[in-house]
């Protein structure tokens, strides 16, 4: 059974960061790409950074480029995303995702993917 789960999630003022981690059993993430993706209130989910599965090509989100990261430790089978200079428009769900053609999908503007995480809050307020 494939498990993605999400942990750093929190409240953080603006121009605070914090790191997510996104532990996955059950799958080898070396062989997929990966992806973070979030949902805010009353929109629709939407890709914040994804990257293939050699970690050659990554993609950010016009929104979030210069203040997150995205990363993997293969040996930990672990993804994260480090966000800085967080703002309040970055409050929202933070979704990890593992999958064949996530990459592809993400730097095309969709938003699809084999596994999922259950995801983490991330509330960014004064």
């Known amino acids: 059974q494939v498990q993605l789960v999400e942990s750093g999630g929190g409240k953080v003022q603006p121009g605070g960061s914090l790191r997510l981690s996104c532990a996955a059993s059950g799958v080898e993430l070396d062989f997929y790409a990966i992806g973070w993706f979030r949902q805010a209130p009353g929109k629709e989910r939407e890709g914040v950074s994804c990257m293939s599965s050699s970690g050659g090509s990554t993609y950010y989100a016009d929104s979030v480029k210069g203040r997150f990261t995205i990363s993997r430790d293969n040996a930990k089978n672990t993804v994260y995303l480090q966000m800085n200079s967080l703002k309040p428009e970055d409050t929202a769900v933070y979704y990890c995702?593992?999958?064949?053609?996530?990459?592809?999908?993400?730097?095309?503007?969709?938003?699809?993917?084999?596994?999922w995480g259950q995801g983490t809050q991330v509330t960014v307020s004064s």
């Open positions: 995702a593992a999958g064949k053609l996530t990459y592809i999908l993400c730097d095309a503007g969709l938003v699809d993917s084999d596994y």
